[in-house]
């Protein structure tokens, strides 16, 4: 896409005025990760708001950084919250040991030892874009106590959806990433086409976090998410579920399944419950809450409905989080 084409699409969306603060740095421990090479290493993030009483934490999509958040964070700021967004070992400017091997679990611990790098003991909402939706799922349903809710953005669902399918060639790509240098060579000529082709700007990128995305994507564990879904509905967790209509990454069927397994709506359900109702946000195209949850499904903004409406996400979770009876619950 080009600038001017980028700006025009800018200037469709009411959209705040982004942050960029600067990057921060903690060693972790490797505890539980399954690292030998070293003991601690170094995770970058950004914090805004320090003394809020409410702490977020957001975690990108992958490819990806702490700049995904780089819109939604000022309206959650705004509304008294410390916000944290992470970066994923091998993406940003964290590091990710050679022996750090991507999987569910790993991610999890990761995430609980930069947690306790800041003696944070409490998260209020763990928010994630696309892959970290399995990350934070995965999280909440380990360390209940830890994370009390979640915001699931564009995420994965029950099985591979259409950008990552066959996931078959996911895992084998990343395979032959690791099986010896011309492998490695040839593999990494192809996939910068393959992501072009999907729509990243892979010039951003930083070093290896195409080969780091193949990796973390091929480690996604469907099963795995599947059961903490169901599990996150049988605890009442409060869950804010939001994506695009227009979504080129992710097609509806998947977010539809999320919904289902969450007790929540299928895209189809949505639509019959709309059905003559007006919605006063023209962006929105469903809305629903159910219990201590809210569905949103936007007419547009895409795989980043974060970016393009970040005012109205920020809403619901201020909302979510100052409800009495949430609170309560939590």
Same mark, same amino acid.
């Given at each position: ?70 819109? *939604? ?6 509304? &008294? $919250?410390? /916000?944290? +967004? ?7 400017? @964290?590091?990710?040991?050679?022996d ?14 930069f ?5 944070i ?55 032959l ?13 192809? *996939? ?6 999907? &729509? $990243?700007? /892979?010039? +951003? ?7 780091? @995305? ?49 007790g ?33 499904v ?33």
């Amino acid at each position: 896409m080009s600038s001017n084409t980028h700006q025009q699409e800018n200037n469709k969306y009411d959209l705040p005025t982004p942050s960029d603060p600067e990057v921060k740095y903690t060693q972790i421990s490797t505890k539980n990760m399954g690292i030998t090479s070293v003991r601690h290493f170094k995770a970058s993030y950004t914090e805004e708001n320090p003394t809020g009483s409410r702490i977020i934490i957001a975690m990108h999509g992958c490819p990806g950084n702490h700049y995904d958040f780089r819109y *939604l964070a000022p309206p959650l700021v705004q509304k &008294g $919250f410390r /916000v944290i +967004r992470i970066n994923l070992p091998g993406f940003g400017e @964290t590091e990710k040991p050679d022996d750090l091997q991507y999987s569910p679990m790993n991610l999890v611990h990761f995430v609980v030892n930069f947690l306790s790098s800041l003696n944070i003991d409490k998260v209020d909402m763990a928010i994630a874009h696309s892959f970290s939706c399995t990350v934070i799922s995965n999280l909440l349903v380990t360390h209940p106590n830890l994370v009390l809710s979640l915001g699931l953005i564009s995420g994965p669902g029950l099985r591979p959806h259409h950008s990552i399918s066959p996931f078959s060639v996911v895992k084998l790509l990343s395979y032959l990433l690791h099986f010896c240098w011309l492998t490695k060579v040839i593999i990494g000529m192809i *996939l910068p086409y393959f992501y072009r082709m999907l &729509g $990243f700007k /892979v010039s +951003r990128f930083v070093k290896g976090e195409i080969e780091h @995305t193949q990796d973390i994507v091929a480690s996604l564990d469907f099963a795995l998410h599947t059961k903490n879904l169901q599990c996150i509905r049988d605890r009442n967790a409060p869950v804010i579920l939001a994506y695009g209509k227009n979504d080129a990454l992710i097609e509806n069927a998947i977010f539809s399944g999320i919904g289902q397994t969450l007790g929540l709506k299928t895209m189809k359900e949505l639509a019959e419950i709309s059905d003559g109702q007006v919605v006063e946000n023209d962006a929105v195209l469903y809305e629903l809450r159910t219990h201590q949850s809210r569905q949103i499904v936007f007419r547009n903004g895409g795989h980043y409905v974060q970016k393009f409406h970040a005012k109205y996400i920020a809403e619901m979770i201020s909302q979510i989080l100052n409800s009495s009876n949430v609170t309560a619950s939590l």
